[in-house]
């Protein structure tokens, strides 16, 4: 999707009532055709229809209200879509990422639970630009998560604050259904990863947050770009992407130069220090700023509770056989 979103900065005339009329009919036309542009990209990807929405929704409705084992359920359109979203209004598939969902925070509480942007240890994190969303659209029409590990300090911040500062980020960028629909692009700068990054996660911890993730949480990662990959790092790149779907691996991509970043990614979208327009701080104050709109949205989904596990169909020995190749891998890399 190439539609632009162009902001007028100039000030109106109080007397210039034709004026102000028209720049608002103009926003609306705008609006209307993005609208039209979404619903189309939502039937060719996502079999997402007028008739199709409705339908789905009242289903996994009356299926949540019915579910003993859920109870407080968020029932309202926008957090119920993401599940039928990412499973391409497959009600049975819906189900079973809910209840993963729920399984996932219920796993990790200290990870999950009082997703607050403010805590302190995420605010820093998001504050020294750790990472952070870009608030212009690629020219898919997709938001775009910057990284840049250089900011992370292991020996201030643990595993768990880096996990809730992701969490906390992908949380408030469902909220909007545009990013449900597009799906978000990431753009990760690794370098000065060294070796105390590897303390950060337990090996079982790891593998959990990797595997477990993909198949919970109800985000399409469409584009994974990782830019200046230490040497060293390169056995941990491989582990996690063990653990990754096909699907998922086919979207990584490592690039060596910005060269080769600038061929896949809308270098308009990065911040000025890698070659965009708009400065780090400027994002990063501007992410805050949406960061703050869905603070208390966040807070909410607390409420959700999972009273058993039952419900969820999952092959046992797969997961098992997956973490023995991972510390397999981990071992290795101690070994080398």
Request: hydrophobic letters at 40%.
């Amino acid at each position: 999707m190439s539609t632009r979103l162009i902001i007028s900065t100039q000030q109106w005339a109080q007397t210039e009532p034709d004026l102000a009329h028209y720049e608002e009919d103009v926003r609306r036309k705008r609006e209307t055709l993005l609208k039209k542009e979404l619903a189309r990209i939502a039937e060719l990807e996502l079999r997402e229809t007028e008739q199709s929405r409705p339908e789905c929704l009242r289903q996994l409705k009356l299926w949540v209200a019915q579910n003993q084992d859920i109870r407080n359920c968020l029932m309202d359109d926008n957090f119920l879509l993401r599940f039928l979203r990412v499973k391409k209004f497959s009600i049975p598939m819906a189900q079973q990422t809910l209840l993963k969902y729920l399984n996932y925070r219920k796993r990790f509480p200290q990870i999950f639970l009082d997703m607050d942007y403010s805590d302190a240890s995420v605010n820093q994190l998001i504050s020294s630009g750790y990472i952070f969303v870009s608030p212009l659209r690629d020219t898919n029409g997709r938001r775009v998560v910057i990284y840049d590990l250089s900011k992370f300090n292991p020996k201030r911040h643990s595993g768990t604050d880096m996990a809730r500062a992701h969490v906390v980020t992908y949380e408030t960028l469902l909220s909007e259904e545009e990013n449900q629909i597009l799906g978000v692009s990431h753009v990760a700068n690794i370098a000065g990863v060294n070796a105390s990054f590897l303390t950060l996660f337990s090996v079982t911890d790891f593998g959990y947050l990797i595997k477990w993730g993909e198949q919970s949480f109800p985000m399409r990662h469409k584009e994974i770009h990782c830019l200046n990959m230490p040497q060293a790092l390169r056995y941990v790149y491989d582990f996690a992407k063990s653990n990754m779907s096909q699907k998922l691996k086919q979207r990584f991509m490592v690039h060596d130069s910005m060269e080769s970043l600038f061929d896949k990614v809308d270098k308009r979208c990065l911040p000025k220090e890698m070659g965009g327009e708009i400065s780090r701080e400027q994002m990063v104050a501007s992410w805050q700023t949406e960061l703050e709109k869905m603070r208390k949205r966040l807070l909410t989904i607390d409420q959700i509770e999972l009273l058993s596990d039952r419900g969820i169909i999952c092959s046992r020995n797969a997961a098992r056989n997956a973490l023995n190749t991972l510390s397999g891998s981990f071992r290795k890399l101690e070994l080398d």
